[in-house]
C-alpha cells in the first residue's frame, strides 16, 4: 500500500455539557483528525492530545509539530513498504508521543483494512457482536445535580456508572448514588491521579459501597504505591494513565499494582499494542475493559471494535454519540439495550459526514508521500 497524502485537520465540537474531572473542565473537543489517502482507500482517525499537557505530557500543538516533522518523515522513508505493522518499529526511535503515533497507526490501519476489506473487529480479533456500554459521569457542582444526571444515564440505558472524584468530592457522591441507585447498579470510580499512598485510609471508606473498581488513584509513575495501595483497600485498584505499554502492564501486574487495566489506544501507542496488552492482562487473569478520551464516531467506531476481544469483560467507556456531541461526525452510535454493535464494514465501519466535518474545521494541512 503506498500512501499519497496524509492530511491533518483540526477541528473542534462543543460538548452538550461541560465534562470536568480532578484536570479541570471541558467544553469542547479540539481534535487533530489524521487522514491517510492512498490510490485505493483512504483512512481517517482522531489524536486523543488535548489542548492542555495534563492527562499526559502530550497536548494537540505539540502532537501536530511532532506528526509532522518528526514522524511522517520516518513513515515516507518506507515508501512502498509501509504497512500499519511497521508503523510501530518505525516510529520507535521518537521518544514518548504515544497518542501522537496512534493517530498515524490508526488512519493507516483503516485505509489498510478498507483496501482489502476486512473490519477492525475481525483483523483484532472480535468475538463480540455487541460490546456493554459504560458512561463517565464527571464531577458535578452539587449531589442532586449528579444524582439527577446518573438517573439519566440509567433511563437511557448504560449498564454501568462511572464517578470522577478527587479530593472533596469522593465518599459523599458516591455514597449518595449507591444509596439512590442501589445494590445492583454497577459502579466504580476514576481519581485520576488525585490522591497520595497518605490518603490510604481515606480512600478504604470507599470499600463499603462495593464498588467495582477505583481507578488511577495515584500517580502514573507510583507504582509501588498503588501495590501498597491495593493491600490496605478492599476495592480492586483499575490502572489507566499507568500503563503505556504491554511491558508497563506486565510489569504492574507482577508487582502487585493493579487487578484490573483500563486499555486506551491512544494512551498506549496505537490499536496493535492495545491488543498486546489485552492478550498479556488475559495471560495473567487480569480483567480489561475499553476506556475513552471523549472520541467522535471516528474513535468510537475502533474503541468498540477493540472491545469486542474476549478479555474485554467489563462494560468500557464506550458510551452513545449523544453523551458527548448532538452532532458526531460519523452516523451516531446507538445504544441497543444498552450495548453498542460493533461495525462490520470494511476499516471502522463508519463514514466520516463531509457537511458536518466541513462545519467544524478550523484549518487543514496536506503533507505529500
Known amino acids: ?46 489524536c486523543a492530545a488535548e489542548v492542555r499537557p495534563l492527562y499526559s505530557s502530550e497536548f494537540i500543538d505539540a502532537s501536530d509539530l511532532v506528526i509532522r516533522d518528526h ?19 518505525a516510529l520507535a526511535p521518537v521518544k514518548g508521543h504515544q497518542m501522537s503515533k496512534a493517530v498515524l497507526e490508526a488512519a493507516i490501519l483503516d485505509a489498510q483494512l478498507r483496501q482489502s476489506g476486512q473490519s477492525f473487529g475481525g483483523y483484532l480479533g472480535a468475538v463480540h457482536d455487541t460490546v456493554p456500554a459504560g458512561v463517565s459521569v464527571g464531577i458535578m457542582d452539587t449531589v442532586d445535580e449528579l444524582l439527577e444526571a446518573v438517573a439519566g444515564y440509567l433511563a437511557q440505558g448504560y449498564l454501568r456508572i462511572k464517578l470522577k472524584i478527587e479530593p472533596g468530592w469522593d465518599l459523599a457522591p458516591v455514597r449518595a448514588v449507591r444509596e439512590r441507585f442501589g445494590p445492583d447498579l454497577l459502579l466504580q470510580v476514576d481519581a485520576n491521579t488525585a490522591y497520595t499512598l497518605a490518603d490510604a485510609r481515606h480512600l478504604a471508606r470507599l470499600d463499603p459501597f462495593d464498588l467495582l473498581l477505583i481507578e488511577q488513584p495515584l500517580g502514573e509513575r507510583d507504582l509501588l504505591g498503588h501495590a501498597a495501595l491495593a493491600r490496605l483497600i478492599g476495592t480492586a485498584v483499575c490502572l489507566d494513565e499507568s500503563i503505556e505499554s504491554a511491558q508497563d502492564a506486565a510489569a504492574a501486574i507482577s508487582l502487585g499494582a493493579c487487578s484490573i487495566i483500563n486499555v486506551k489506544p491512544s494512551r498506549v501507542g496505537g490499536y496493535l499494542e492495545a491488543r498486546r496488552i489485552h492478550d498479556v492482562a488475559a495471560a495473567h487473569g487480569v480483567p480489561v475493559w475499553c476506556g475513552g478520551m471523549l472520541e467522535t464516531g471516528i474513535g468510537r467506531a475502533a474503541n468498540v471494535a477493540l472491545a469486542g476481544l474476549p478479555n474485554f469483560v467489563l462494560p468500557g467507556d464506550t458510551s452513545a454519540s449523544d453523551r458527548y456531541y448532538a452532532q458526531d461526525l460519523t452516523a451516531p452510535f446507538v445504544l441497543e439495550d444498552g450495548h453498542l454493535r460493533v461495525p462490520t464494514g470494511p476499516g471502522t465501519g463508519v463514514q466520516v459526514l463531509p457537511d458536518v466535518l466541513a462545519e467544524v474545521t478550523r484549518s487543514r494541512r496536506d503533507i505529500r508521500f
Open 71 to 89: 514522524l511522517i518523515p520516518r513513515l515516507q522513508a518506507l515508501g512502498d513498504d509501509l504497512t500499519a505493522e511497521r508503523v510501530g518499529s
Open 1 to 46: 500500500m503506498r500512501i499519497e497524502n496524509i492530511e491533518l485537520r483540526r477541528v473542534s465540537l462543543p460538548l452538550v455539557r461541560p465534562f470536568r474531572t480532578s484536570f479541570g473542565t471541558i467544553t469542547e473537543r479540539e481534535i487533530t483528525l489524521v487522514h491517510v489517502s492512498t490510490a485505493h482507500a483512504e483512512g481517517w482517525a482522531e
